[in-house]
């Protein structure tokens, strides 16, 4: 079963700021963080894939780089939504784990 729009969004690091199904542009901040992020779906031409496109990817003091999946796309919209947000989420709940204060450069723009 695949993931709906509010149920990835329902995740205690993320904050909705805007939202439009439709055209499939989320607005979200991660954790303590104040910068917004811009998550963008798109269908992947002769595919039934969905693509996902990120305005600040993240850089946590635990990485040697920023973290940019080699896979931006999902077999579905949720899904797509899903790995965008888990993209971000994993490494900062990482470093919080591990007693690091988030700051607002952890979110590199893209």
Same mark, same amino acid.
């Given at each position: 079963m695949g993931? &709906?729009?509010d149920e990835v969004l329902d995740n205690g690091l993320v904050e909705v700021i805007e939202r439009n199904d439709e055209t499939g542009v989320f607005v979200v901040r991660i954790g303590s963080? #104040?910068?917004p992020v811009t998550i $963008?779906? $798109?269908m992947v031409m002769n595919s039934e894939r969905t693509n996902f496109t990120l305005s600040h990817v993240i850089k946590t003091t635990l990485q040697a780089g920023p973290?940019? &999946?080699s896979l931006p796309f999902g077999d579905d919209p949720g899904y797509a939504l899903h790995r965008?947000?888990? $993209?971000l989420t994993t490494?900062?709940?990482q470093a919080v784990k591990d007693g690091h204060q988030?700051? #607002?450069d952890w979110l590199v723009p893209t």
């Open positions: 993931y &709906t729009f963080l #104040e910068t $963008g779906l $798109g973290y940019r &999946t965008a947000i888990n $993209g490494w900062y709940k988030p700051s #607002e």
